[in-house]
């Protein structure tokens, strides 16, 4: 492993790659720690050190680093590119002109990506506008008295909003960058970057509260669960393909073999934002509400039921929701109708599978019964974070467990992988053997 590290910052190009990605993400950590005009930043640091519970907003605190609560302007972070790009994912399927975009290749692809760069502009002027809302109303950090903002004229809500999704565009920016000139995929590293500062001050928290048994149970527990989420990241199941020989003119084509590598996690961690997303909207409208004279009844059922994540119903509900959109989602990303004819159109078939239709119902029928493990899996890892919430009453940023751990071993062994193909082509021992 340190011989592999060696090797990479000898090689003057990966070098000056691995560099310029460390440069990145200095500047990016930078600007979530610098706050937006007109912020108190001595009541925000007092409201977040009395104040343990971030409420409604942890999922997006998450994906900032903690600069949403902090109101830095890196505050929303990278998650209106998130929301944006599963958006597109999702109206791919539906709309025909963005279908037929997706499959011109290259060009299409551009394109796409520039509708998800005005997207994520829209969500982030509609976002900022709601955080610095409710930092104005005292909603933003729940339980906390003291005023986040030095004032609440219009003027500054309009710099704080414009400074927020100016800061946006520039995480795009800088995401962008690192794609280019860099390791990896310069989005996937900075959410990497996010979630990681935040787990040093959550095992801190776990240490404090708990003690130094129950940190080194914490410890062991979470060596076991990044081991599963390893083993199961990288399982795949391999379908064989043949190719048929034809010829073509003089020359012989084909005859080659093949397969189609199916994850057993075919839908990575966007389950567990959309399972996430949607358990918070039931607390977002208790919220409204609860500010009436007079609130209704289920505002009542809902604060004791669907809020706190310490609720057996809680639990189960962001459980099934969790395995309905993995085959959700599985769903709509992976298409064994147009596999299929892909297949008979060059040429493939599967050993023992007729082309056409047979192939399909046999691509449907295996993907639908490797997506059932990797849907219990992902419901099993979100909520390790909810029963440490029990257990020892740790918070809902608990380290191992949940989207945090989903984020960092994803990123980290692709970036990896990515790092060890480089050393390859240079006659180099990778990371992995």
């Not at 560099?19 to 912020?39: D, E, N």
């Not at 998450?62 to 830095?72: D, M, N, P, V």
């Not at 930092?135 to 309009?158: H, K, P, T, V, W």
């Not at 997506?371 to 440490?388: C, D, K, N, Q, S």
Request: proline share 4%; net charge positive; aromatic share 12%.
């Amino acid at each position: 492993m340190l011989r592999a590290f060696v090797n990479a910052f000898r090689t003057p190009d990966l070098r000056r790659k691995l560099l310029f990605v460390l440069f990145i993400i200095t500047v990016f950590r930078l600007g979530s720690q610098i706050p937006t005009p007109g912020v108190n930043v001595g009541n925000v640091q007092t409201c977040l050190n009395t104040v343990n519970n971030s409420g409604l907003y942890s999922l997006i605190n998450l994906f900032s680093g903690g600069a949403l609560l902090q109101l830095t302007i890196f505050a929303l972070g990278i998650m209106p590119y998130i929301t944006a790009s599963i958006i597109l994912q999702l109206l791919v399927v539906v709309i025909p002109r963005l279908e037929a975009l997706k499959k011109e290749g290259q060009a299409g692809q551009t394109k796409i990506t520039q509708y998800t760069r005005y997207l994520t502009l829209g969500l982030a002027v509609l976002q900022a506008t709601g955080i610095v809302a409710l930092a104005r109303s005292g909603g933003l950090i729940q339980g906390c008295s003291e005023s986040l903002l030095y004032n609440d004229g219009i003027g500054l809500f309009l710099t704080m909003v414009v400074v927020m999704t100016a800061g946006t565009a520039v995480i795009m920016w800088l995401g962008e960058l690192i794609t280019e000139r860099g390791i990896g995929n310069g989005m996937s590293l900075l959410i990497f970057t996010q979630v990681v500062s935040g787990f040093p001050s959550s095992m801190w928290a776990v240490q404090k509260g708990r003690g130094w048994w129950t940190f080194g149970l914490v410890i062991v527990i979470g060596l076991v669960v990044v081991a599963a989420v390893i083993f199961m990241e990288q399982g795949q199941r391999r379908i064989p393909v043949q190719y048929a020989r034809r010829m073509v003119g003089r020359k012989m084509f084909g005859g080659s073999s093949t397969y189609i590598p199916l994850k057993v996690n075919q839908a990575g961690v966007i389950p567990v934002i959309f399972a996430s997303s949607l358990m918070y909207l039931p607390a977002l409208a208790s919220q409204f509400q609860a500010t009436s004279t007079n609130p209704p009844a289920w505002v009542g059922w809902v604060n004791t039921y669907l809020v706190r994540g310490d609720h057996p119903l809680y639990m189960l509900g962001y459980f099934l929701l969790i395995i309905f959109f993995t085959y959700f989602y599985v769903s709509i990303t992976f298409n064994p109708e147009e596999v299929a004819d892909n297949m008979k159109k060059y040429g493939g078939f599967i050993p023992g599978i007729r082309a056409g239709r047979p192939t399909e119902e046999y691509l449907a029928y295996v993907l639908s019964r490797i997506t059932a493990p990797g849907a219990l899996y992902l419901g099993v890892i979100a909520l390790i974070p909810l029963v440490a919430l029990v257990l020892v009453n740790a918070n809902q940023n608990f380290p191992f467990g949940g989207t945090s751990i989903l984020i960092m071993v994803g990123v980290a062994l692709d970036t990896v992988k990515q790092i060890e193909s480089q050393l390859q082509q240079r006659n180099y021992e990778g990371f992995l053997r």
